[in-house]
């Protein structure tokens, strides 16, 4: 067994402690919850009149129309973001003043503009369709801010990668290529899928541009008179799948970073440590290891 300086093994009388006070917190989380489903209860929530309408053909039509619009301007801006990022981070990282100056002016300018003021000024100002309204607002904002995380990511490597690189007579778009953006992914990879799931949770901004996505086709159904009003079944309706699709872009992000911690020369498994003294300057042709 390791142990550390930063931390003890808790003894019995703190295991105690942490047991009660789990305990406690699993008490009050189930209370609210109760407490939660007695209130829907007591105002007809769960009333069949408010539920049916999700049964109705045209209903689901409308619900999984509205999905899938809320994935093509997702998967748009997603794909446009990630590309603008690259290219202002590259405009950032560049050598020349001009460059680097015209890229941070985009990128502090756009990152410091609300992202529905700018939805708003390109569907009004510019009376662009909902659809490129919307998707060229979520770009040039995640796209900034992809610039500075892709920007950190690159200058999270090692300065003697980059030196290593060089020496070896590698041309700057090779030391990026091949270097610094494979190490730098790692560090990237939680800040990009953090990013990418607030531009799903943003497409939602575009019931307010009359775009047809998952949340308009919600509030359709929530303010019509024919069906009472059911806001309440539409959160439980709409809320989950929502929450699911960025649980889905999580998990993905976690099946990427494992693939990124394998080294692909070795069929997956993870690379085996270097015999010692094969690396030495001079020396004769390393020897082959031990069956």
Known sequence: ?????????????????????????????????GRVLHLLLDTGQFTYAKWNPFAYQGIQELLLRGLGNTLKAFSLAAVLSLALGAVLALGRLSEHRVLRWAATLVVEFFRAMPVLVMIFFIFVALQVQPLPALVAGLTLYNGSVLAEVFRAGVGSV??????????LGMRKT??????????????????????????????????????????????????????????????????????????????FATWVARRERRDPRTGGLEVA?????????????PTAPKP
């Open 1 to 33: 067994m390791t142990t550390t300086a930063l931390y003890d093994i808790p003894g019995p009388r703190a295991r105690g402690r942490h047991l009660t006070y789990g305990l406690l917190a699993t008490a009050v989380i189930v209370a609210l919850i």
């Open 158 to 167: 090692e300065r003697g990668q980059r030196e290593a690189a060089y020496s």
């Open 174 to 251: 090779q030391v990026m290529r091949h270097v610094l953006v494979p190490q730098g992914v790692r560090a990237m990879l939680p800040a990009i899928i953090s990013q990418l799931v607030v531009v799903l949770k943003d497409t939602s901004l575009g019931f307010l541009i009359t775009y047809e996505e998952f949340l308009h086709a919600g509030k359709l159904i929530a303010s019509n008179l024919d069906y009472d009003l059911p806001f309440i079944p539409v959160v439980l309706v709409i809320s989950p799948i929502y929450i699911g699709m960025c649980m889905l872009l999580s998990w």
């Open 273 to 285: 440590p270097a015999e010692p003294g094969t690396l030495l300057p001079g020396g004769g042709p």
